[in-house]
């Protein structure tokens, strides 16, 4: 069993829907949770950042993280075209050996205009 | 323009042959990191470094190795031990002192074999 699970997708959505995503995880220990966005064929960058639990608001952007469930979500209000790419979630203990980050396999968002 | 440069864009290797992927960062940062990407699997560490002339294997080594000669750089070489090396390979780059929360990626290698 994997550390950290995603659901592949593809989810579809019509333009200004919410797009909601989640990951869960069996490590008790991680503390620190991330969102990247991966278009295809380049590089992930980070979306979100999140310590501990709780939500956090950026633009269109939301993060939850909910330790007791082992649980971390991510929506998107008012969604795009331009924000169809592959979401992956991400996080890592406190002091993990060289900041080592475990990643989930990435969701696929596809957002019709 | 600070950044992560990743070169070739893609790379063929035949049958055992080594390769080598170069990695460059102008950001200053002491950490750097490779990965390897396949479908469905998310990014898994090979191999990381935190400062010059010191590196560590991730979860993923066997078949690779590396080298960190200078900060900006931390070329990957993909070795004939490694029997399914066809995937997309990605560097990054962090500041250590803020931790990988904040790491930064490159544009990544399509590495095939022919």
């Known amino acids: 069993q994997k550390e950290v699970e995603q659901d592949p997708g593809p989810l579809s959505v019509p333009e200004g829907a919410i797009v909601s995503l989640n990951c869960t995880y069996s490590?008790?220990?991680?503390?620190?949770f991330m969102w990247y966005r991966q278009y295809s064929r380049k590089g992930p960058e980070l979306l979100m950042y999140?310590?501990?639990?709780g939500n956090k608001e950026d633009g269109r952007f939301t993060a939850q993280v909910d330790k007791s469930s082992k649980y971390i979500s991510l929506f998107i209000r008012d969604s795009q075209p331009s924000d169809s790419a592959t979401y992956l979630c991400?996080?890592?203990?406190?002091?993990?050996?060289?900041?080592?980050?475990?990643f989930g396999g990435g969701t696929r968002v596809l957002v019709k205009p | 323009d600070g950044g992560i440069t990743q070169s070739p864009k893609y790379l063929f290797r035949k049958e055992g042959q080594n390769v080598t992927l170069s990695c460059e960062q102008n950001?200053?940062?002491?950490?750097m990191y490779w990965y390897r990407q396949d479908p469905g699997q998310g990014l898994r560490l090979i191999y990381y470094?935190?400062?010059?002339?010191?590196?560590q294997k991730g979860d993923i080594a066997e078949g690779y190795s590396v080298s960190r000669e200078k900060k900006e750089s931390f070329p990957l070489t993909v070795t004939s031990a490694q029997k399914n090396p066809t995937a997309f390979y990605l560097c990054?780059?962090?500041?250590?002192?803020?931790?990988?929360?904040?790491?930064?990626f490159g544009p990544g290698t399509r590495l095939l074999v022919l």
């Open positions: 950001l200053n940062h002491d950490a």
């Open positions: 991400a996080m890592r203990r406190i002091k993990a050996a060289g900041n080592k980050l475990t």
């Open positions: 990054a780059s962090s500041d250590r002192n803020r931790g990988a929360e904040t790491q930064y």
């Open positions: 490590n008790s220990a991680f503390q620190y």
């Open positions: 470094s935190q400062i010059v002339n010191d590196f």
């Open positions: 999140t310590y501990s639990s």
